[in-house]
Each structure stands twice: as structure tokens, then as C-alpha cells.
């Protein structure tokens, strides 16, 4: 089955402490992405990879970063987390034009 | 500044009829489009696409409409069921590179 995998799917942390969401994918697609859904403003892309070790900046890219060292592998790293940065996040996947996309990651920076 | 717009937040439709999703985008660049549905709770699902070479792609229930001239796409959902009640994104791409640049989404609600 195919499948993109998230975690954690909720978590509450506080300012300033580093934090990692880790996304996994088992379809062998070269593309990945994270997303942030916000209340009025839809999905934002953060970061997207075309392939491993390649990385490029989305939408909205300030205040975290991403790695592709492996195809299956794309975590969120989001060094000093800040209030502003409390969001719905989802990784995705691509082939041709169709995104699979992961359940979805609660975050929340008090 | 908002590349993809889509207007209107929400839209009922009484089940049977047709539910009409419309989208705008500002960027001539564009030239890949497509529509998502999410339930709360769940990652957005693909639903149809349509490159900026066609004006029209159809799939059972679902058509996609592309007006270039006016920078216009529209989601038509013919008949509508109450299944179909979610919240609808549209998403543009420049190039088919690895941007995708989404909409703020349109909540349906289909009533029996």
C-alpha cells in the first residue's frame, strides 16, 4: 500500500526548542514535500526535493530546514520553533501530477 | 500576495445538482493545474488535473475547465453527493517543476 508516513502527528513544544517532524515515504518517488495549512491562507509550500540532495525552497521556507539524504526520507527541522509557527503540516509525495500526501502533523509552539 | 485565489470560502448545493469550484491565478507562468479534496482529519486526495494545453479534462463526475485568456479554472461536479462535502483546493504549478502553489480551499457541502 502506498503510503507517506508522518511523525509525530501531534505534538505541543515550546519556544526555542529544536524539533524535527520526520516523513517517510515507501513509493520510491523522487519528489517530496512539506506543506503548512492555515486557517484562510490553504496549503503553503515550505521546501521540496526533486531528488536526494537536492532541495529547493517553497513558499514559505524561513524558520526551517530540510534534508534528502536517502529517497525515502524528507524530515522538517525547524531549529528555534516560534509561536507563528503553530500549523497543520503535511509531507507529500509526486509522481507525473499526482501528490500523495501524509496524514498530517498538529503542531503547536507555546 | 496571493498567486492562486480561490473566492469564495464555502458553497452549498442540494445533492443531484451541479457543484461549480472556482479558481484564479495570477501567474502566466502557470501551466499545470489541479484539484485536491480533503476531509478534516486527512491529507488532501488528488482529484483531477488539466495542463495549460487543454481547456477541458473530464473524469466521471468531475470536469476541469481552463480559461488561460482570464487566468480561470473551474471544478464541476455533475451530480453532486453528499460524499462529495469537503473542503476543495486548487493548485497551480509553473513549468511542472517542483513548485505547487495552492489556493485557500472552498468548503462544500452537498445536503440531501
Known amino acids: 500500500e502506498a503510503q507517506v508516513t508522518q511523525n509525530p502527528r501531534y505534538l505541543i513544544t515550546v519556544t526555542g526548542k529544536k524539533l524535527t517532524v520526520t516523513c517517510s515515504q515507501n513509493?520510491?518517488?523522487?519528489?517530496m514535500s512539506w506543506y503548512r495549512q492555515d486557517p484562510g491562507l490553504g496549503l503553503r509550500q515550505i521546501y521540496y526535493?526533486?531528488?536526494?540532495?537536492?532541495?529547493d525552497k517553497g513558499d514559505v521556507p524561513e524558520g526551517y530546514k530540510v534534508s534528502r539524504k536517502e529517497k525515502r526520507n524528507f524530515p522538517l527541522i525547524l531549529e528555534s520553533p516560534s509561536p507563528n509557527q503553530t500549523s497543520l503540516y503535511f509531507c507529500?509525495?509526486?509522481?507525473?501530477?499526482?501528490?500523495?500526501f501524509g496524514e498530517g502533523s498538529w503542531l503547536t509552539v507555546v | 500576495d496571493q498567486q492562486v485565489k480561490q473566492n469564495s470560502p464555502s458553497l452549498s448545493v442540494q445533492e443531484g445538482r451541479i457543484s461549480i469550484l472556482n479558481c484564479d491565478y495570477t501567474?502566466?507562468?502557470?501551466?499545470?493545474f489541479l484539484w485536491y479534496k480533503k476531509y478534516p482529519a486527512e491529507g488532501p486526495t488528488f482529484l483531477i488535473s488539466?495542463?495549460?494545453?487543454?481547456d477541458k479534462n473530464e473524469d466521471g463526475r468531475f470536469t476541469v475547465f481552463l480559461n488561460k485568456s482570464a487566468k480561470h479554472l473551474s471544478l464541476h461536479i455533475v451530480p453532486s453527493q453528499p460524499g462529495d462535502s469537503a473542503v476543495y483546493f486548487c493548485?497551480?504549478?509553473?513549468?511542472?517543476?517542483?513548485?505547487?502553489?495552492f489556493g485557500q480551499g472552498t468548503e462544500l457541502s452537498v445536503k440531501p
Open positions: 526535493s526533486m531528488n536526494v540532495e537536492v532541495t
Open positions: 493548485a497551480a504549478s509553473p513549468n511542472q517543476g517542483g513548485k505547487l502553489i
Open positions: 513509493m520510491n518517488h523522487e519528489y
Open positions: 488539466i495542463s495549460s494545453i487543454k
Open positions: 501567474n502566466s507562468m502557470f501551466d499545470y
Open positions: 507529500a509525495t509526486r509522481r507525473g501530477n499526482t501528490i500523495y
